[in-house]
Structure formats: C-alpha cells, structure tokens
C-alpha cells in the first residue's frame, strides 16, 4: 500500500531544546552499529549494513551532517535523516528535502525525541535552501503522525484520490483532528 505522504513549507523550523540528560548530535564513523539499531522499530528488525547504505548512508542527498541521532547516556536511542532531493544552489528550482526515516527505540519514548529530531532535521534543510521539505508515513504510525502536524506539515491529497482521503479522515479522526 502506498504511504501517506506530507508536506512543510516555510522559512524556518521549530527546533525544541533537548532535555536534561538527551544529546542530539550528527552522525559520525562509528555510529553505524547504533544506528542500525535505532532503526529497529520502523522496519521490526535489524537491518543489513547493505541495506543501511542504500536507504540512508549513500542514498542520494544524504551527507552524514544530515543524519541525526539522539543519545540517552552512550547510547543511541532515536534518528533521522534530511536529505536534498535536488542540489543546493540549482538555480533551474527551488531546493527540496526529505525528512527520512524518524525512529525513537521504544524504551526511550515519551521524551519527544521524535520532535526533537526532527526540528534539527528541518533547521538543517532550511539553512541550507529548502524552503519544502516532504515526507512519507503510514497510518498506523498516529504519534509520528501528530509530532509531523505540530511542526507543520500537512496531508499530501491529490484531486480525485478518494482512498487517499478517506485514509487521511481516518487518521485524523483517531487523532480527533478535523481532516
């Protein structure tokens, strides 16, 4: 099933200040373990370093000052990836991004991590042009869902595509938000 896809436009992000003990920082040589790690929860299990270099460390777009982690004492608890998905200083059109692959180990939930990273994702690709910035969920994924809400991003509906729609009015309902 295609996933549910949202939409930030804008000229600044909301970057909320880390918690007392919480350390977001940038990807560095050495992470790749932790990191694997703290992706376990988007895809149920632990992915291969080949897989992790296709999806995010040499995915297109992706320098490692674009990946971010989130760090609970010296552990890796929480990432995300920013990615460009044209060249910074293209003039033929404006600098896109994607906000990529938000995960937060469940042991480490309830400390808005997920915002947390996110919002530096988003400072990142908008010091840097982007004044769009995309991203693609699934439905079942409602905090995730109202984390991206509250930074401001909102449902990609293409004319026409009612299953689309009644996806995002179910959503919104189990989120008790008007569609």
């Known amino acids: 099933m295609e996933q549910l896809a949202m939409k930030w436009k804008g000229t600044s992000a909301d970057v909320m200040p880390t918690g007392s003990g919480i350390i977001i920082r940038t990807f560095e040589?050495?992470?790749?373990?932790?990191?694997?790690?703290?992706?376990?929860?988007?895809?149920?299990?632990?992915?291969?370093?080949?897989?992790?270099?296709?999806?995010?460390?040499?995915?297109?777009?992706?320098?490692?000052?674009?990946?971010?982690?989130?760090?609970?004492g010296q552990k890796i608890v929480g990432t995300t990836t920013a990615y460009f998905n044209n060249t910074p200083g293209d003039?033929?059109?404006?600098?896109?991004?994607?906000?990529?692959m938000v995960s937060v180990l469940p042991e480490a939930n309830?400390?808005?991590?997920?915002?947390m990273l996110c919002g530096r994702a988003m400072?990142?690709?908008?010091?840097?042009?982007?004044?769009?910035?995309?991203?693609?969920t699934d439905d079942h994924r409602l905090?995730?869902?109202?984390?991206?809400?509250?930074?401001?991003?909102?449902?990609i509906i293409n004319d026409g595509d009612a299953d689309m729609r009644a996806r995002w009015d179910a959503v919104m309902a189990s989120l008790q938000l008007k569609s």
């Open 123 to 136: 400072d990142y690709l908008v010091r840097h042009g982007c004044s769009e910035i995309v991203l693609t």
């Open 110 to 115: 309830g400390r808005k991590l997920g915002r």
């Open 91 to 100: 003039s033929s059109a404006p600098v896109s991004g994607t906000l990529h």
């Open 143 to 155: 905090p995730a869902i109202k984390t991206y809400l509250s930074l401001g991003f909102e449902p």
């Open 29 to 72: 040589p050495g992470d790749t373990d932790g990191l694997i790690e703290a992706l376990v929860p988007l895809h149920e299990k632990i992915m291969t370093y080949d897989e992790l270099d296709k999806i995010i460390l040499k995915h297109d777009g992706v320098y490692p000052e674009g990946i971010f982690l989130a760090i609970i």
